[in-house]
């Protein structure tokens, strides 16, 4: 039976990928950030999954108005990543895993969330940073990432938005999905974007230290209330970019304490814990939990 054995939360600044990519990691502006992946690098060799399931958004790049997909699941065997309008980001394609991706596609479906299924996707720095991030800097000639990868985009880009609530279900029909998959695999769940920015408009460059941190206590110990937090709420006072962190919640929802939309289980041991401002324009959360 596969199983889902950790979660990863990670924001996904594009500038955080500029700055691996044009080795500005040393810089005294973004020491501190990196500083505070040195032990997810080293528990991400120590802790290697099979599959990750990589809850991300697509920022307008394999997606635009033409079509938004609420929930998408990617079933492809590859996936390259995507030119933002600087050149495809100098690391390795990213390899799928269709045969799980299928099957989730069909459990999760038929627990009635309808997916849109992707055989074909460009992957952006929603998806690409948070590996960058968790894995180091590769080089796309000789390198590959350390397992295949699913992508799984959720629109926060384009009103109307999932709420954190239905994110949160979603992450336990994945679960139940990932356990009725009859091959042994440790499956690792990721939920990434967030935390507090908003990158247009008057308020643009907002970051809320106090919020983050309170709403990251709450995703780590008190997921239900968290999931009940109303997307507007996150916009007030998150910023409108802010809203990306209902993603956090699927993965939160897949973990093991929780069934039935409750926490019935032992809590998720809390790994690693990390806040760092200022990435760009945006504020960068992160943390491990792992099933106990
Ligand atoms: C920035 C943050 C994002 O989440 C994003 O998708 C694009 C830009 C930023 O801080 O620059
Ligand atoms: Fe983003």
Excluded at 7 to 25: N, Q, R, Y
Aim: with cysteine.
């Amino acid at each position: 039976m596969a199983k889902i054995t950790a979660s990863v939360f990670t924001s996904h600044v594009p500038a955080i990928g500029a700055a691996m990519d044009l080795g500005k990691t040393h810089e005294d502006y973004w020491k501190p950030l990196f500083a505070g992946y040195e032990y997810s690098k080293q528990w991400m060799k120590d802790n290697k999954p099979d599959v990750i399931i990589l809850v991300f958004n697509d920022h307008a790049t394999a997606f635009s108005l033409d079509m938004i997909p609420t929930f998408a699941i990617g079933t492809a065997a590859e996936y390259k990543p995507a030119d933002e309008g600087w050149g495809p980001r100098p690391v390795p394609m990213v390899q799928g895993h269709p045969e799980l991706a299928s099957h989730i596609a069909q459990s999760v479906i038929q627990q009635d969330f309808d997916l849109t299924i992707v055989n074909k996707m460009d992957v952006d720095h929603g998806l690409t940073v948070p590996l960058s991030l968790m894995c180091g800097s590769l080089d796309p000639a000789k390198d590959a990432w350390p397992c295949p990868v699913i992508p799984f985009a959720v629109n926060v880009v384009q009103y109307p938005v999932p709420s954190g609530m239905r994110c949160f279900n979603l992450g336990q029909a994945i679960r139940k999905a990932v356990e009725s998959f009859d091959e042994d695999l440790n499956v690792h769940i990721w939920g990434t974007g967030g935390m507090s920015h908003q990158l247009q408009g008057a308020r643009a460059g907002l970051i809320n230290r106090e919020w983050d941190n309170h709403w990251l206590d709450m995703m780590i110990n008190d997921p239900v209330a968290c999931a009940n937090v109303p997307h507007i709420d996150y916009v007030r006072d998150a910023g409108s970019e802010g809203i990306e962190l209902v993603m956090w919640l699927i993965a939160r929802g897949a973990m093991a304490d929780i069934s039935n939309g409750k926490v019935t289980g032992p809590a998720p041991k809390v790994t690693h814990r990390f806040y760092h401002v200022p990435a760009s324009n945006t504020a960068v959360g992160h943390a491990i939990l792992e099933n106990t």
